[in-house]
C-alpha cells in the first residue's frame, strides 16, 4: 500500500509507526506539512498525519488552514486517513469536532495510561507530549479516552521523547533522566501493544 506520512514537525516523525509500516512492506512517502497539496493526499492509499507543536485552531498559519481543508476533502471522499495527536485534531475539526488549550492548564509530558477504554488495544501506557484537547465530533464514537481527550504518541521512540524534553519544554518542567528510564522500561515492553494497536489503526482507516 502507498503510504503518504506527513511529518508536521521535523521534531516528530513517524518514528515507529514508520518501521512498522515498512516492515508490513507499505511504500512510505513522506512530506512535510507546508509542501502537502492536494495531488500528494489524491495519490495515497492511506494518508498518516503526525504531530506538530502547533494546535489546529491556528488557522492564521496558511499550511495549517491549507491541510484542515485537504483532511475535510479526504474525510468527506471516505479514504482511508490516521491523525496522531496534530493529527488526531485535524480530523475532529474537520468532521465538526473542536480542539482546544487544556481547560485546567495541563500539559502531559511522559508515558500514561487511559482512563476509559472501549477496546484494550487502546489500553496504555503511551506517551503523550501536549496541552490540547479534542472534542469529539457529535456523532463519533469515542473508544478510548483520558482526561477528557484523546491524544497519545505511539510512534515516539525515547529518542523522539527526549527531544521534545530538551527543545521544546521548559527548564526544569521535566526531569529527562527519569523520562529517559520510563522510555527504556516501557518502549521495549510495549512493542506487541504498538503492533497491535498500529495494526488496529490501520485497519479501521481501511474499512472506513
Not at 476533502?73 to 496534530?86: D, H, M, S, Y
Not at 487511559?114 to 506517551?127: H, S
Amino acid at each position: 500500500m502507498k503510504v503518504l506520512v506527513v511529518r508536521n514537525s521535523a521534531h516528530a516523525p513517524e518514528g515507529a509507526f514508520g518501521d512498522w509500516l515498512r516492515d508490513q512492506g507499505h511504500a512510505l512517502e513522506v512530506v512535510s506539512g507546508e509542501a502537502l497539496d492536494a495531488a500528494a493526499m489524491e495519490g495515497a492509499e492511506l494518508v498518516v498525519l503526525l504531530g506538530s507543536p502547533h494546535g489546529v485552531y491556528e488557522t492564521g498559519i496558511g499550511w495549517i488552514a491549507r491541510q484542515r481543508a485537504l483532511t475535510a476533502a479526504r474525510l468527506a471522499a471516505r479514504r482511508p486517513i490516521i491523525g496522531v495527536c496534530f493529527g488526531a485534531q485535524m480530523i475532529a475539526a474537520a468532521v465538526g469536532g473542536d480542539c482546544a488549550r487544556m481547560a485546567d492548564g495541563r500539559f502531559f509530558r511522559g508515558w500514561f495510561g487511559m482512563e476509559e477504554v472501549r477496546d484494550p488495544v487502546f489500553a496504555g501506557p503511551w506517551p503523550r507530549w501536549h496541552g490540547d484537547a479534542i472534542t469529539a465530533p457529535p456523532d463519533a464514537e469515542v473508544i478510548a479516552r483520558d482526561a477528557g481527550t484523546v491524544q497519545f504518541h505511539p510512534e515516539a521512540t525515547p529518542d523522539i521523547l527526549k527531544t521534545w524534553a530538551e527543545r521544546f519544554t521548559p527548564a526544569g518542567v521535566v526531569d529527562v533522566a527519569a523520562l529517559e528510564a520510563e522510555s527504556a522500561r516501557w518502549f521495549p515492553a510495549r512493542a506487541g501493544a504498538r503492533a497491535a494497536l498500529f495494526g488496529e489503526l490501520v485497519g479501521r482507516a481501511s474499512r472506513g
